[in-house]
């Protein structure tokens, strides 16, 4: 049976001040009046049924994930005690998985993106999941690029294997990082790369199999937590072990070296919103160019991101800069420095000032 | 005896978010852990007694400028109806200082400016006004130019007079409005002009004997003002015939055509801080340049002005910009268009977005 897995462990230090420790990312509504994570769980629900959905959320952030989705078990809330990068958590997701269903199948989706047509999105999950039930391996869903970005990895197509209902389902020949902007306009202008959109299917014993094959230290932490699954143990077992997992990705350290490998190319609007610019891309500017969110008042003031919590935000004279306002912090960073959040971030937790973390 | 009179009638919208309708600039602690006011109350306190300290402020304000200078009989606190410029402000406080002393002479001081050496700034006040007792006219305190500054109006400094300890008291030949920078530069290399402080002595009858001659229109709502001073209908009069008042400024209105004119060139430090960027320049900056008040935290940042009365502001990669952060407003603009902060009170006077006005 079907099984989605939502990863909903990130910390989102690149949406600061208005993503904190306790409200990251995923809570955020960024775009369509949905915090992100509840628009994820939206999407697959009318394919997975709620007691099939799973979601690895940060021990902090549990309980604000099952007020969120209430219409999920609690159980379904699985507390990570601390990020161990995708690898782990989807490793985790499937002992879980497989706990209940030995034939389960996971359609693995990232908890913060952004997706235009979800019916397209659901057709393509099914799709990968019927796959990899018949087929076993481990798929990825790659969308095909518009633009030369460089904020994105990207996926290697390889031959054509089959097509199900309009969906072609390709072997992948591989990863590779986030290009340079020359490199990007090659893979853009090809039909041969596609975005590495994080969105995975397989059975959770393929996955699990791959990772006792090309990461056995990973795959013994998980096994000592998957077989204290239902015991009394498990909580002190999870919080014990789970922080000392290896940390990799599901990309490098799991795709990338697995012995079969598929890729279904998708064309809906994708975006991992990785960035207050890449977020204002997506949304809809005035006359002057200005994205502008809340009660913000641009005057000569061109191509500038404005977005307020709260706050009245005046922005006079200024070109290209972005302002984020909530009620305790403010943010004030021109659009090509947009990546330079995390710094902030940084900088505040060695000032200590954890009230605005 | 001598009467001090506090002009803190400003509405103090060139330093919004900091300054509001119902906490204008002068009610800010701009610069020495004094709101502006307060520090003009201490200047003149040692030389002059509390009951002979008048403060003419907004109605708005009547209640939290007795409360800031708690030392005050109440009925010193004079409330204008409506702001009719400093001409009418002055007059209805000579008239008030003549009702209980009809040889009362007036030092004239706005209540939001910085000033250095206080000692002297006393030192002058007491020598303007001792002047003015003994040969009537209207005295000016003039502040020796440092720099060819283009914000300020002009005194033309006369020929010399006399000397009261240590001090020069010239004839005033006259009033420049705020010079281009060519002019002004020609201003501050010669010795012939001076900077206008707004701070002025006179007896308040000769004050009012000028008012009279120059601007009857003027002297007649005054006078019926005065005449209901101590009577039941004064608040009711007051309140009909203030707003109506012709609206003009000491300097123009009646110090340039004043028949007797004085003016004591001082040397202290003085601004009377009119800007964002004007407060910059007096308050200390870190080795990038950056005035940084409050918990600001500048990142590859240079020459900026941070000041936050509460929430954190970051700001990263961003030059000679102004960012100003209350609770529930912030202002970012490059300092160049420091001037402009006037305009943004207007357009959300426009919006009518009153929470924040």
Redesign the interface.
Known sequence: MIHAIIMAGGAGTRF??ASRRHRPKQFLDLADGRPLLRATFERVAPIVPADRIWVVSGQRTTEATRSLLAELPAENVLGEPSGRDTAACAGYAAHVVLSRDPEGVCVVLPADHLIGDEERLRSALATGARHVESQGGLLTFGVRPTRPETGYGYLKLGEPHSQIEGWRIHRLDGFVEKPDLATARTYAASDGYLWNSGMFAWRARDLLEEIRRQLPLLADGLQLIADALGHPSEASTLHDLYPRLPRTSIDFGVMEGARRRWTIPVDFTWSDVGSWPALAELLACDADGNVAQG?V?P?DALDNVLI?E?????????EG?I?I??????????A??GQ??K??VS??EE?G?DD?L
């Open positions: 600061w001040p009660r008042l005057i307020s709260g706050p009245v935000v005046a922005a006079v004279d200024v800069v302002v306002a909530t009620k305790d912090a403010v943010l004030v960073l021109p090509a420095s330079r959040v710094e902030v900088r505040l000032l000032w605005v």
